[in-house]
């Protein structure tokens, strides 16, 4: 196409060259773009790593911008070898007399450059293709013995990461939460105390009723020993007084009913007995024992553990009180009847 004098005296720009990747195509944008930006493309070192991704970024936004540049000399191999080799031809150009061009030293050498320079173009294809095979080795050279290993050093690290707060990051922790808890207590409003008083009091209100079914048989079951306990706790000095008392009012009732009301208190109770004898029928029976039980076990549930005791003194005071209980108004009546 060119005359060979023409081709041997072209002089290249000392440009960034592809690494191993085919990107023969990209880099030609990049020059592009940068003559368009009015800049000198030997003077920008371009990252070869980056290029791809920019000039598609470049595409997606229809933008024209320059190409991102390394500031790593040694990253480009490729201008520094073109670099040496013009320096090499430069320095024969100059030492080369008009007598040694002609000679066969001076043929020589070239024909020497040029098997250079064809073996290295050979060589750069086997070593891209080498390095390539090597890549593809190693993703896939991990053997089945240093998966596990690296699987357990990932657990260790994650369990230390876990455990990892130092010393002085704890106090600082607890003091921001100590001075949180202290301000949630303060930071209820005017509004939001009454609110939370009747929460309370329905809360208090459900956790008197919360005992679930575990719990009320055990209940039940203190009950029934704390009751058979209480049958048995009076004392041999109460005994002995609440049967002379009996005895003494049982006297007394007996010797207070006139003639004429005896009889018919009698014949009232007698027909009395009988119609309470045949008044339960055999359904109602059971219904009234189921009841009764029902109403039990609520009414034992009940009382909560504070209100035992209170209760426990009440029914005694109570029970010592209705057996003196008639009071002076029943008295002069009883006795006028009589």
Not at 255 to 266: A, G, L, V
Request: glycine share 2%; hydrophobic share 25%.
């Amino acid at each position: 196409m060119y005359d060979s004098d023409i081709v041997n005296n072209l002089i290249y720009s000392k440009v960034t060259q592809q690494s191993f990747e085919p990107l023969c195509g990209v880099m030609a944008v990049a020059f592009a773009f940068t003559c368009f930006l009015e800049h000198n493309p030997s003077t920008v070192n371009y990252d070869i790593s980056r290029a791809r991704q920019h000039l598609k970024t470049c595409f997606e936004t229809a933008t024209v911008s320059s190409f991102p540049v390394t500031t790593n000399a040694d990253s480009n191999w490729m201008y520094s070898y073109l670099a040496q080799q013009q320096r090499y031809r430069e320095s024969e150009q100059t030492t080369d007399t008009a007598e040694e061009k002609g000679s066969g030293r001076l043929k020589s050498r070239i024909r020497k450059a040029e098997l250079r320079a064809r073996r290295t173009g050979e060589q750069l294809a086997i070593h891209r293709e080498k390095e390539k095979a090597w890549k593809a080795n190693s993703r896939t050279r991990r053997t089945d013995d240093q998966i596990p290993i690296h699987r357990e050093k990932e657990k260790a690290w994650k369990a230390k990461s876990r455990t990892r707060r130092i010393d002085k990051q704890i106090p600082i922790h607890r003091d921001e939460e100590k001075a949180w808890k202290t301000n949630s207590r303060t930071r209820r409003t005017d509004d939001q105390i009454p609110i939370h008083r009747e929460k309370e009091k329905a809360w208090k209100a459900n956790s008197r009723t919360r005992r679930t079914d575990d719990q009320i048989p055990i209940h039940r079951e203190k009950e029934k020993a704390w009751k058979a306990k209480s049958r048995t706790r009076r004392t041999d000095d109460q005994i002995p007084l609440h049967r002379e008392k009996e005895k003494a009012w049982m006297a007394k009732s007996r010797t207070r009913r006139t003639d004429d009301q005896i009889p018919i208190h009698r014949e009232k109770e007698k027909t009395w007995k009988a119609k309470s004898r045949t008044r339960r029928t055999d359904d109602q029976i059971p219904i009234l024992r189921e009841k009764a039980k029902a109403w039990k076990a609520k009414s034992r549930t009940r009382r909560i553990d504070n209100q035992i005791p209170i209760h426990r003194e009440k029914e005694k005071a109570w029970k010592a009180k209705s057996r003196t209980r008639r009071i002076d108004k029943q008295i002069p009546i009883h006795r006028e009847k009589e």
